[in-house]
């Protein structure tokens, strides 16, 4: 079994640039979340995505958006890029029932400039 | 606004020790609760879940205890090892389907031998 994998580990980008991160679903798992780490902090939701559609949203701007393809796999994306969205991006997949814990890439570091 | 808190930054114990860390959640219709250890460069690793149903679970050396009526949360980890060390987060959820979690700002776990 696969677990989850994120793409790029690292990346960074100047304010005002826009940004694509990507995530594999860990085998199995069809409904695939995002979330935003700043250092020193816990994970904040940004928004979750089933049957390719964001079905719960966090307390994010429009300018982050995402996208799940039939595979499960998503992207996240950020435009207009901001010196405060330097920060860890999580991506945690998991099967949509009731209690199913939530399983957590290890990320990608977005520093911007 | 909701939020899940920790009572301690961080908590330095010896090897062989047991550790407990705690939490404080602060919404009462949450009813899904996990723990998370994230180490250095890497994303939260499930640990341990527990339904609002419980109050007692136990996991390979490690137990978590739910006390509804003060909102309490708190993991222990028996004789306490030097790969113990990391970050440890509670979670909250009221969404049955687990996700939107809302994380605190974790305990260090420090462990020496």
């Known amino acids: 079994e696969t677990g989850v994998t994120q793409s790029p580990t690292h990346l960074i980008k100047t304010r005002g640039q826009q940004v694509t991160l990507r995530c594999s679903s860990q085998?199995?798992?069809?409904?695939v979340s995002w979330y935003q780490q700043a250092l020193g902090q816990g994970p904040q939701f940004i928004f979750q995505?089933?049957?390719?559609?964001?079905?719960g949203r966090g307390n994010f701007p429009p300018r982050f958006s995402g996208l799940q393809f039939p595979n499960y796999s998503s992207e996240l994306n950020v435009n207009a890029l901001e010196l405060d969205d330097s920060a860890l991006y999580l991506c945690?997949?998991?099967?949509?029932?009731?209690?199913?814990?939530?399983?957590f890439g290890n990320g990608t570091r977005l520093t911007v400039t | 606004g909701e939020s899940v808190g920790l009572h301690l930054p961080t908590l330095s114990v010896q090897e062989g020790d047991n550790s407990i860390i705690n939490c404080a959640y602060s919404n009462s219709a949450s009813d899904y609760f996990i723990w998370y250890k994230q180490e250095s460069g890497k994303g939260p690793q499930f640990i341990i879940d527990i339904r609002s149903n419980m109050d007692k679970r136990q996991g390979q050396r490690v137990t978590v205890l739910l006390n509804k009526t003060v909102k309490h949360l708190s993991l222990q980890i028996a004789a306490t090892q030097p790969g113990d060390s990391a970050v440890y987060f509670c979670a909250e959820t009221s969404n049955q389907a687990g996700t939107a979690l809302i994380f605190g700002k974790g305990t260090t776990l420090s462990v020496s031998s």
């Open positions: 995505y089933y049957r390719e559609e964001e079905n």
């Open positions: 945690a997949t998991h099967k949509t029932g009731v209690n199913s814990p939530l399983h």
């Open positions: 085998s199995g798992h069809n409904t």
